[in-house]
């Protein structure tokens, strides 16, 4: 089973930028960290969960929400099993936990996952 460790978050001001790193620990037999699919997602206090960025295995196929276009970036180093999400021109409404996430379906690409970290906290003040 893989587990995943989100570490970066921080209290920043608006225009400033942050890394946010997922680590993974684990795997399913015969699978490999580049073979996971990982996710990023959002929670503000008060809103539902919503999707920032996804990051597919092998190919390094990247999506994103509509407000992370052009200012997040999701980027993978297979090598230290690690997710980055670097995160430019921060504004007060990415203030949420941000958590990155993965799932053990065998999918070149999804937005659907069930294995979560435990999340990190981004503030952005204005």
């Known amino acids: 089973q893989v587990q995943l460790v989100e570490s970066g978050g921080g209290l920043v001001q608006a225009g400033d930028s942050l890394r946010l790193s997922c680590a993974a620990s684990?795997?399913?037999?015969?699978?490999?960290?580049?073979?996971?699919?990982i996710g990023w997602s959002r929670q503000s206090p008060g809103k539902e969960r919503e999707f920032v960025a996804v990051i597919s295995g092998v190919t390094s196929s990247r999506y994103y929400a509509d407000f992370a276009q052009g200012r997040f970036t999701i980027s993978r180093d297979n090598a230290k099993n690690t997710v980055y999400l670097q995160m430019n021109s921060l504004k007060p409404e990415d203030t949420a936990v941000y958590y990155c996430a993965t799932t053990n379906r065998r999918l070149l690409m999804t937005r659907e996952f069930e294995i979560w970290g435990q999340g990190t906290q981004v503030t952005v003040s204005s």
């Open positions: 684990g795997r399913t037999s015969g699978r490999t960290f580049s073979n996971y699919v």
